[in-house]
């Protein structure tokens, strides 16, 4: 049984470009959320996803956006890259049936030069 | 909104000592509390989780952690702890009802040593 999986591990961009990050839910779970975790610090909740719809939203700006497709995958894509954006972005996902508790992928490490 | 406060960023210990991790939680409406557990360039692994019930929790690898409603507090135990249990532990609440985000406190550094 596969948990979440995320790609890629790492990544390296400029300020100014854009980043796609992708992420695969644990088998079963049709929600899924997003954090960015910046250096020693707790992950923060970007958004949420669920039947292709966002749900839920923290305090990050219209930069960050995402997409939820139809096998429950989804895509974080950030524009417009700040230094401040270099962060660890976890992936999390949930089902509807034990729709409290997140499980965690492994992450992608983003860096803005 | 909720907050979670870590008061220690690191927490030195000697392996088969016992420890405690301490989480202090700040909200309105009723919560769910969890501890997650994070390794070196790795993601959060769940340790253990309160929902509802019995205020003591037992989770993974020997880890246990008692809800106090009064004291607003979720704090994280181990009776003897073991060089691997080196990591970075992370409290976290989320409203009850639907999936609802976590908030995570600043994580808590514990270092085992012999």
């Known amino acids: 049984d596969a948990g979440v999986t995320q790609s890629p591990t790492h990544l390296i961009k400029t300020r100014g470009q854009q980043v796609t990050l992708r992420c695969s839910p644990k088998?079963?779970?049709?929600?899924v959320s997003w954090y960015q975790q910046a250096l020693g610090q707790g992950p923060q909740f970007i958004f949420q996803?669920?039947?292709?719809?966002?749900?839920q939203r923290g305090n990050f700006p219209d930069r960050f956006s995402g997409h939820q497709f139809p096998n429950y995958s989804s895509e974080l894509n950030v524009n417009a890259l700040l230094l401040g954006d270099s962060a660890l972005y976890l992936c999390?996902?949930?089902?509807?049936?034990?729709?409290?508790?997140?499980?965690f992928g492994p992450g992608t490490r983003l860096l803005v030069l | 909104a909720q907050s979670v406060t870590q008061l220690d960023s690191q927490v030195p210990v000697f392996e088969e000592a016992p420890v405690e991790l301490r989480c202090n939680y700040s909200?309105?409406?009723?919560?769910?509390l969890f501890w997650y557990v994070q390794y070196p360039n790795q993601g959060l692994q769940l340790l253990l989780k309160?929902?509802?019930?019995?205020?003591l929790v037992k989770g993974i690898n020997g880890f246990e952690a008692e809800f106090n409603k009064s004291q607003t507090s979720f704090h994280l135990r181990k009776p003897s702890v073991h060089i691997s249990d080196t990591a970075e532990y992370f409290c976290?609440?989320?409203?009850?009802?639907?999936?609802?985000?976590?908030?995570f406190g600043t994580g808590t550094r514990l270092q085992v040593t012999l």
């Open positions: 309160y929902l509802s019930g019995s205020t």
């Open positions: 996803y669920y039947e292709e719809e966002e749900r």
């Open positions: 909200s309105s409406v009723s919560v769910y």
């Open positions: 999390a996902s949930s089902s509807t049936t034990s729709a409290e508790t997140q499980y």
């Open positions: 976290a609440v989320s409203e009850t009802g639907t999936a609802s985000k976590l908030t």
């Open positions: 088998s079963g779970h049709d929600t």
